[in-house]
């Protein structure tokens, strides 16, 4: 495989010749850090005007790779931080370890934070010591930890990729779920099953199981309500079907709100693409209107989509430093909107 094209990295948006070998794919951005792997970025812009990414850590854990993610066995969080897009990025020490979470027995995966009155708070999801994915939080005063997690789980948390949007009038409502090694399809009736599918519940023609969502409450560390699935619809309003493979929920919510529009944007897991839909209240309908990201290099695609001094970036993710699915790298790249709200499609790679 040939070296990589920069078109968009670490330092600066810049155009680059084709790669000396003219050979191996072409990538649009530039991994943001190479002393660590980084995946699943979450980027937040606090009051301090910093920009933060919570990311998953990549390890090698020796475990061969599964359909239920085995093989993403991260123990720990580092929060990374640069002052403006292009510039430095600081790989901060751990910010919160597995040993340190009583609950958690392996696997913690794709992060989100959230901010209010002085407290920075860490959501993440692990599998508890039943082997059962639950969300959980732990607090700091400062934006890159360390952080302290709570005794246990939220109650009536289950499977992963926590999204916390903070709404503009300032409650905070948590997005939740993924299938597959995400175990969302083990709740189809609230309670969970063990023996459940360990993919979609096969059933092509019927409603795709949906995410969830639950408002926090006012110390952020519970949910205020039972979460609830949040619908998702095709053009002519009826819920995303389970064998729309190429449009359905998979994992990674991320809400934003641009202008009076929610944005709810996901990856649809097995085709690999970052996908939209939209809606005006933050519990949908939301419905679906394009792709945000084309494939990765890599099985997984997850993304945060951020507005940062007056522009909208999308951080996402690819194994472009170990071409291994398990050990992947974080970048950025500028996201355009349309003037009608529709979103540009991203190519990371040709
Ligand atoms: O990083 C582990 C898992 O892979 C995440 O939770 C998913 O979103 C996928 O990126």
Redesign the pocket.
């Known amino acids: 495989m040939g070296s990589a094209i920069i078109l968009f990295g670490a330092s600066g948006c810049s155009q680059a010749a084709q790669d000396e070998a003219g050979e191996g794919p072409v990538f649009l951005s530039e991994p943001l850090v190479s002393e660590i792997y980084t ?2 970025p979450s980027t937040h812009v606090w009051e301090d005007g910093r920009i933060y990414i919570y990311a ?1 850590h ?1 390890i090698e854990s020796g475990i061969p790779e599964d359909d239920l ?1 085995s093989h ?1 066995a ?1 123990r720990d969080y580092h929060v990374l931080s640069m002052d403006r897009v292009g510039g430095p990025v600081t790989v901060h020490p751990v910010a919160l370890d597995i040993d340190d979470v009583p609950w958690a027995g392996r696997q913690m ?2 992060p989100d934070a959230a901010y209010k009155d002085g407290t920075y708070f860490l959501y993440f ?1 692990a599998k508890d010591k039943q082997d059962v994915f639950r969300i959980g939080v732990a607090t700091s005063t400062t934006p890159v930890g360390p952080f302290t997690a709570q005794p246990e789980a939220i109650a009536g948390s289950y499977s ?2 926590p999204n916390v949007f903070r709404d503009s009038d300032g409650t905070h409502y948590m997005y939740f779920g ?1 299938i597959w090694g ?1 175990q969302l399809q083990r709740w189809a009736n609230g309670q969970y099953d063990a023996n459940g599918s360990v993919s979609d519940l096969e059933q092509p023609d019927q409603p795709a199981i949906m995410p969830r969502i639950a408002r926090m409450s006012g110390n952020m560390l519970e949910f205020a309500e039972e979460p609830r699935e949040v619908m998702l619809l095709d053009e002519l309003g009826q819920p995303l079907l389970g064998g729309d493979n190429d449009r359905r929920f998979f ?2 919510a991320w809400v934003f709100k641009r202008g009076e529009t929610y944005y709810l944007t996901y ?1 649809t897991g097995d085709t690999h693409y970052v996908v939209y839909a939209t809606g005006t209240s933050p519990y949908g309908p939301f419905t679906y209107r394009g792709r945000i990201l084309n494939p990765v290099q890599g099985w ?3 993304h945060s989509v951020t507005e940062i001094a007056g522009q909208w970036y999308l951080s996402y993710h690819d194994t472009q430093l170990s071409g291994q699915t398990h050990l992947r790298n974080v970048m950025m790249a500028p996201l355009t909107f349309n003037a009608d709200g529709t979103i540009q499609t991203i190519t990371p790679m040709r």
């Open positions: 995946a699943d998953s990549d993610g993403f991260m995966w794709a999801p992963m990729d993924g995400g994992e990674g990856s997984t695609s997850h």
